[in-house]
């Protein structure tokens, strides 16, 4: 075990941020570097400009500043083997990454292969077949063997963007065409996935494992859609709260046995390097948890809600997750609840501008301001994205943490800032 160490963190986001504030928290980290990060990960860190699928440039920037780990945030460059990289490279070899193998990241990088993983270890999601194009019609006849609505997904990464959800056969057959035969999504549609739609509420569980041991993390709620009541298009996510009061002992019992125990056995049976974050987004069918899929990374939003609530020593943590000795530590976290508000560019999921300055960062109390799409222009932080900011509070209710965060969204201004008036209502009402 090093006394101190010198950490690389990969991305950009508020979950970026947020793992940014955790790690450097530690009286562990000695230098921490960002590739490329935010205005807001550079309070806690050196932002380098660095990207994070350019394996060459990071193999060169580790080596010149002797880092002893890299904490990887986004899916991308597990996708694109950033684990494998460094496991081959004979400098680079012993310098853990905390993230998945290539294989393993194929959990998040390929829906075809994540329920097919699911089906062979008897993990609950909804029933399914894959479809390429030389077999549209058959696609076809399973869609009209299903009901509505009609779930349609790319195989690959298609930015958040590749899955449909459609309330009449016609227009599903037209969907899967335009994804097979007229590469709506390009190669991510190569492969369609035609699944069962479940009913019910969703919520997101983070597991770390080192491969053997794991922790499951607090769970979150998301809030994907732009308005709300949950209307509008699909966004990165608007907003998290963090416990749910749904997930309680017995659910989550059920989550453990069912669906994050065979998960870990089937990688390690199927002999896929798997250490880091697993994010299993379920849907709780009558209290039933079924998968609707994995991610093999934290969530965000959801992060900067988890992580505010893990107490443990964030690179202690990860150090065991390294040296797979998972089992020997304790997880603390705080028992408060954590409530997450986003703050977009006005336009978005759609065009916006960007460059707006962002005023009363430093006027919200204890809320954590995580910056998401932002950068520093002189003195001034300016908008840089469609996420901005995510401002998450802790308190002991949640009406508490949400009064918190409400009130930052009002003191913090840019132009055409919008933020959601719903976060957490939905679970107010099941309190
Ligand atoms: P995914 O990218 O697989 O998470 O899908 C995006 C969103 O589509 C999910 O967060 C769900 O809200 C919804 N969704 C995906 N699959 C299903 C399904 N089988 N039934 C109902 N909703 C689904
Ligand atoms: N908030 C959902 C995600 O990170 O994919």
Redesign the pocket.
């Known amino acids: 075990m090093l006394e101190k160490l010198n950490i690389l963190l990969l991305g950009s986001g508020g979950r970026e941020h947020a793992f940014a504030r955790s790690l450097a928290m530690s009286p562990r980290c000695s230098q921490l570097f960002i590739a490329p990060g935010n205005a807001g990960t550079a309070q806690h860190g050196t932002n380098v400009d660095v990207s994070p699928n350019d394996f060459p440039a990071l193999k060169i920037f580790v080596l010149e500043n002797e880092i002893d780990m890299v904490v990887v945030g986004p899916e991308d460059p597990l996708v694109n083997g950033v684990v494998d990289f460094f496991a081959e490279d004979p400098q680079l070899k012993h310098i853990p990454v905390i993230g998945p193998s290539k294989a393993g990241a194929q959990l998040e990088g390929s829906?075809d292969f994540s329920k097919a993983f699911m089906k062979r270890h008897h993990i609950p999601t909804?029933g399914y077949d894959t479809f390429t194009f030389s077999k549209l019609e058959e696609g076809y006849k399973f869609l009209g063997t299903l009901t509505a609505p009609y779930?349609l997904?790319a195989d690959g990464l298609a930015a958040?963007k590749?899955?449909l959800?459609l309330d009449n056969l016609e227009e599903a057959k037209q969907e899967l065409k335009a994804m097979l035969g007229d590469s709506k999504f390009g190669k991510a549609g190569e492969k369609v996935v035609i699944?069962?739609?479940?009913?019910g509420i969703?919520v997101s569980v983070f597991v770390l494992t080192d491969g053997v041991n794991y922790k499951i993390l607090p769970e979150a709620k998301d809030y994907?859609r732009i308005g709300d009541g949950d209307k509008g298009l699909n966004t990165g996510g608007m907003g998290a709260v963090s416990p749910v009061p749904f997930a309680d002992e017995r659910f989550m019992r059920k989550v453990e046995e069912r669906i994050v125990k065979p998960t870990i056995a089937g990688l390690a049976a199927e002999k896929i390097d798997y250490i880091g974050f697993i994010f299993i987004?379920l849907?709780n069918v009558a209290g039933e948890p079924l998968v609707?899929?994995y991610n093999c990374r934290m969530g965000d939003p959801e992060t900067e809600a988890v992580l505010p609530r893990i107490q443990t020593d964030f690179v202690e943590l990860m150090e065991a997750v390294a040296e797979r000795k998972l089992d020997e530590v304790q997880l603390q976290i705080d028992s408060r609840i954590a409530a997450t508000v986003v703050m977009v560019s006005g336009g978005y999921p759609g065009n916006y501008e960007k460059g707006f300055s962002i005023t009363n960062l430093d006027k919200v109390g204890d809320t954590l301001v995580f910056h998401a799409g932002t950068a520093q222009q002189g003195k001034n932080v300016i908008t840089n994205g469609g996420r901005v900011l995510a401002l998450t509070s802790l308190a002991e209710t949640l009406e508490a943490a949400l009064e918190k965060s409400y009130a930052a969204a009002k003191t913090i201004n840019f132009d055409y800032a919008y933020y959601r008036k719903d976060i957490g209502q939905d679970l107010l009402l099941m309190i």
């Open positions: 829906k909804a779930v997904k958040g590749g899955v959800i699944e069962e739609f479940l009913s969703e994907k987004g849907m609707i899929e």
